[in-house]
């Protein structure tokens, strides 16, 4: 199993987590090709966390899809943790998912006939823990993340802000070295939202490398930087800092006027 | 600042710098701490207009201050302000007269513009993030107007993301 990524001061490229070159995917279905994704180079430092964002149709849930081995890429080239992977495997792909790759949707894909317990020790059990150790880790995380109550509950009886928390718990029950999420607060309310937010923050201060597809720009500015795409390719790519007034931003809301 | 200083001495009569703070105290840091000459110069068109009428207060240690107190015409207005609706939102128009006469001003690449205005409101963002987790829960009044400013950005971005797709 790969070592949980820690934050490093500026790696060289080949101390990269991720690095993404010249990526492209083209739908060949009946109709004309879709060509979702254009050319995307991307490298990824370990401890960062990356926002992707960009209008409905720009490509983000099929680069991230590529990322985590869901879709082949057309064109391009994925390296991860110094090995390239875009030629891997079904089997190999689904491997690298369970140990070292999380992934959490939109719409929380918990399995609904097992108790929340059992939806989060699953990975760790598939990936040859042991019983007890899945257990204990399954303790560890549904603590963290405000659900020990829930444990024998049945998904279905917990609103979709609990769900989300269960699937990020699932996800990260390997300790993966990287987070995928797609759109995790898409379908959420805002305090719901919050909540998420607030363990994804978590799990980035304690060195999880995390690419999170938004359209929240609450969420997006958790992140450490923003990429942004258009049409299938990046067309802006910034770093987030914290402005030095950010009173000013509430003022432009709120104006007591003359 | 006329409306929200009649509100304020509506409860009890005060002097500026007591207005000044309990205007902190309601809005929290989210809002940037008022200029107590401002304060005063608003006290005295008030007073000029008849809304407001003060007096002297005699200190043995300390000099005079002037209290304020509300008159039955500061109340009316008071309370016309608060039962009429207030205008709706207001978008951000400065940016976008400049995106819409950017090229007559001879600026070829529109999308650096937008994609500078982004990074701007996503800093912001993170910012009211910072404020809104470093502000005391039991502050609901400066904590709902952090999230109003979230909510307004959200909306400003998004709007951002409609002008890329209709002009690029
Ligand atoms: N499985 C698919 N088959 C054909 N076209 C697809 C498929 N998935 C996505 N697309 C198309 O690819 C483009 C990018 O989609 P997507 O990656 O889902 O964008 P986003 O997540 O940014 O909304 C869109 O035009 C979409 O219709
Ligand atoms: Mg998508």
Redesign the pocket.
Known sequence: MIARAVPQPAPSADEMLLKIVGLS?V?K?GGPP?H??RGVSLSLEPGQFVAVM??????????L?MLGGL?PPTTGQIWFDGARVDGLSQARWAMLRRRNIGFVFQFFNLVSNMTVADNVELPALMSGATRRQAKERRIELLAELGLSDKASASPARLSGGEQQRVALARALANRPSLLLA?EPTGNLDSLNSADVLRVLCRVHGQGQTIIL?THDARAASMADRVVN?FD?MIIDDMDVVTPIRPSVAAAGVLRLGE | MRLPLLALLAKEPAHGYELKSLLEQTFGQAYPSPNIGQIYVTLQRLERDGLVKSQDVIQTTRPNKRVYELTPAGREALAAWIEEPSEGPRVRDDFFVKLALSPLAGVTDQMALINRQRRHYLNLMRGLSKLASATDRDSRISLLLIEGAMLHLQADLDWLERCQEELM
């Not at chain 1, 960009?54 to 680069?63: A, T, V, Y």
Request: proline share 5%.
């Open positions: 995917k739908y279905g879709v979702a994704v960009g209008p409905s149709g720009s490509g983000k849930s099929s680069l899809h879709e797609d597809v795409l299938g």
